[in-house]
């Protein structure tokens, strides 16, 4: 990313370390997986040609470090997080793009804080209160027995199961390098984060009552159909009676795809904002 902007913000148990790029309306992205706020640069200087793109590193990943006191991680917490944060930095509510743990985030943001989100829009949220899958939940098992000896290796089966890698990326589309270690961020990924998406309760009918303040738009990629969180998004999406909108490539086309994403996203968030 551009680093327009750079600076910490100080949440219960934890300090944030954020970046922003760009003028314009607030959008802020909330990161899948482990990645950092750089993790999708291209996807943030593109659209920081038309907004003012925040982007920050979970706690307890790379630059946010969470104390030893704080509070064990749930999604709410997360949620809790960015509010803070779009508290802190913006002045309007926040146009919001969150992809996989990151959608998740952004959906009990939107339920928990929805005067600070004008449009939201989720991209593949892990969801099991939303489609209850056995053999997908075994799978999960198995990454959480991996990642009890390599991380690695789990991180490696986790991908495998969102069809990661299956997407021709856009030429030119490449990943940020990671700031901090990866080990250290994929331990604590694995020991906070996978079990706190796991935990989520929240449902349908928790974000449909928020859906008339703010515009909750589930994604889904062209190169995941079939996949679980594909299926999650596109059973939100019906619950909210909604068409499900397909962004370009799979589970990681924020980052596969920058472009042709961004361009999407503006015609999403010019259409939420003209209904």
Partial sequence: MQRGQQGTIATEGAELYYESCGEGPPVLIIQGGVGEAGATAQLAETLAQHYRVISYDRRGLSRSPASV???????????????????AVCREPARVVGASIGALIGLHLAVQHPGLVATLVAHEPPMSAVVHDPAQEAALDRVADLARQDVRAAIRHMASLTGNGQAVAEEGARPAP????????????????????RAATLDAAQIAAVAGSTTII???????????????AAHLAHELGRTLIELPGGHNGLISHPWATAAELRRLFTQAESS
């Fill in 178 to 197: 990671p700031i901090g270690d990866i080990d250290t961020t994929l331990s604590h990924f694995f020991h906070h984060d996978f079990p706190a998406v």
């Fill in 69 to 87: 006191e704080a509070p064990p991680i749930a999604m709410s917490l997360h949620a809790a997080d960015a509010a803070a944060l779009l508290t």
């Fill in 218 to 232: 589930p994604t889904g990629g062209t190169a995941s159909r079939g996949q679980w969180e594909y299926r999650c």
